[in-house]
């Protein structure tokens, strides 16, 4: 009977469907077979990729704040130890695949993020928030301060080793840019099965209401843990390809709490509850200092430089972010499924 009641419960959360594995499997396609004919550099190097880290990231976040409502301001901690452990797994297990390194980046910091999860057992809300802030301040503290993380690199900005797959060198942006898309697309069906399964089910009703999820059967204790370990896991991934693909440096001053509020804005303008969502809150992110300084150029001339682009951004996203949460409490995921209603309506 339980099963039952997270199932309607779940239909009324508009968990995906297998039906709704089309559409992306065409967006893949695109992104995989058509954009690669694409020769631009730029557009790999700066706009692509770090999309791809950066929609990762916000889907690990999404799992844990957006379905399971356990709200956390660390992030950028896991993304900082999925990028190192991935560093020194790769440099000290010679021979270790990539995808392998990549494993364990994910690996570890999911195992960081159990341990900093346990507080949710017990606190909720603004206190599991505020909890949170202690992974980022105690991860940051951690990689800069002992020495054997950066290969004792007294320079502070560490490279990492040579990117090879299956004997392929990963030396040019858009085959960096395909191994993003390849890990990310899979780890993406993942999440989708995992929230339209049993277990999103049960992600949703802990969200909604602790106790009844217990009523229900759920075990709420091991499924916050759970979340907690996946969430941290995607994080982890991310960061490894936000620093290797993307940066190619690999620094414990990439990984601050500005980057923690980063990926929290992406997945509120985006949608929380959404894989969708993450992915639009992204783009948005991404694109948004392009537009802003191509604008600020056209308007203001050679004096809008890169700092002033900054604090237009910070000022645009605040504002956003605010006129969502008041109007769009959904973010862009509703508005696009709202406009494909009404295109299938006409």
Same mark, same amino acid.
């Given at each position: 009977?339980?099963?039952?009641?997270?199932?309607?419960?779940?239909?009324?959360?508009?968990?995906?469907?297998?039906?709704?594995? @089309?559409?992306?499997? =065409?967006?893949?396609?695109?992104?995989?077979?058509?954009?690669?004919?694409?020769?631009?550099?730029?557009?790999?190097?700066?706009?692509?990729?770090?999309? /791809?880290?950066?929609?990762?990231?916000?889907?690990?976040?999404?799992? =844990?704040?957006?379905?399971?409502?356990?709200?956390?301001?660390?992030?950028?901690?896991?993304?900082?130890?999925?990028? %190192?452990?991935?560093?020194?797994?790769?440099?000290?297990?010679?021979?270790?695949?990539?995808?392998?390194?990549?494993?364990?980046?994910?690996?570890? +910091?999911?195992?960081?993020?159990?341990?900093?999860? /346990?507080?949710?057992? @017990? !606190?909720?809300?603004?206190?599991?928030?505020?909890?949170?802030?202690?992974?980022?301040?105690?991860?940051?503290?951690?990689?800069?301060?002992?020495?054997?993380?950066?290969?004792?690199?007294?320079?502070?900005?560490?490279?990492?080793?040579?990117?090879?797959?299956?004997?392929?060198?990963?030396?040019?942006?858009?085959?960096?840019?395909?191994?993003?898309?390849?890990?990310?697309?899979?780890?993406?069906?993942?999440?989708?099965? /995992?929230?339209?399964?049993?277990?999103?089910?049960?992600?949703?009703?802990?969200?909604?209401?602790?106790?009844?999820?217990?009523?229900?059967?759920?075990?709420?204790?091991?499924?916050?843990?759970?979340?907690?370990?996946?969430?941290?896991?995607?994080?982890?991934?991310?960061?490894?390809?936000?620093?290797?693909?993307?940066?190619?440096?690999?620094?414990?001053?990439?990984?601050? !709490?500005?980057?923690?509020?980063?990926?929290?804005?992406?997945?509120?303008?985006?949608?929380?509850?959404?894989?969708?969502? +993450?992915?639009?809150?992204?783009?948005?992110?991404?694109?948004?200092?392009?537009?802003?300084?191509?604008?600020?150029?056209?308007? =203001?001339?050679?004096?809008?430089?890169?700092? !002033?682009?900054?604090?237009?951004?910070?000022?645009?996203?605040?504002? /956003?972010?605010?006129? %969502?949460?008041?109007?769009?409490? +959904?973010?862009?995921?509703? !508005?696009?499924?709202?406009?494909?209603?009404?295109?299938?309506?006409?």
């Amino acid at each position: 009977m339980s099963s039952a009641i997270l199932e309607r419960q779940a239909n009324s959360q508009g968990l995906p469907g297998l039906k709704s594995f @089309r559409g992306p499997f =065409l967006v893949l396609l695109v992104f995989a077979v058509v954009i690669p004919q694409v020769h631009s550099d730029y557009l790999f190097d700066a706009i692509l990729t770090p999309f /791809l880290a950066i929609s990762l990231a916000a889907l690990g976040l999404n799992l =844990l704040t957006g379905y399971a409502g356990q709200v956390s301001l660390g992030s950028a901690a896991f993304m900082a130890v999925g990028a %190192f452990a991935g560093y020194n797994f790769l440099l000290r297990i010679p021979g270790l695949p990539l995808l392998a390194g990549l494993a364990f980046a994910g690996l570890t +910091a999911a195992v960081i993020g159990i341990v900093f999860g /346990l507080p949710s057992l @017990r !606190l909720r809300g603004f206190y599991l928030a505020v909890s949170t802030l202690a992974t980022q301040f105690f991860v940051q503290w951690a990689l800069t301060n002992i020495s054997w993380f950066s290969n004792d690199d007294t320079s502070g900005v560490i490279s990492p080793p040579p990117l090879h797959l299956g004997g392929f060198a990963l030396d040019s942006p858009v085959r960096r840019y395909l191994l993003c898309l390849g890990v990310v697309a899979v780890l993406t069906f993942l999440a989708m099965r /995992l929230v339209s399964g049993q277990t999103g089910r049960a992600l949703i009703a802990v969200r909604d209401s602790e106790l009844g999820a217990r009523v229900l059967g759920v075990k709420v204790l091991r499924t916050k843990l759970f979340i907690f370990a996946v969430s941290s896991f995607y994080i982890g991934v991310a960061g490894a390809l936000w620093s290797f693909a993307y940066l190619r440096t690999i620094e414990p001053d990439g990984f601050d !709490l500005d980057r923690s509020f980063q990926i929290l804005f992406v997945i509120i303008i985006g949608g929380l509850a959404s894989i969708r969502g +993450a992915f639009l809150g992204a783009a948005f992110i991404v694109v948004l200092p392009l537009l802003l300084s191509r604008a600020g150029a056209i308007l =203001l001339g050679p004096g809008f430089d890169s700092g !002033l682009v900054d604090l237009v951004q910070k000022i645009f996203l605040g504002a /956003l972010i605010i006129l %969502f949460l008041r109007l769009e409490p +959904a973010g862009l995921s509703a !508005l696009v499924g709202r406009l494909r209603i009404r295109r299938n309506a006409t």
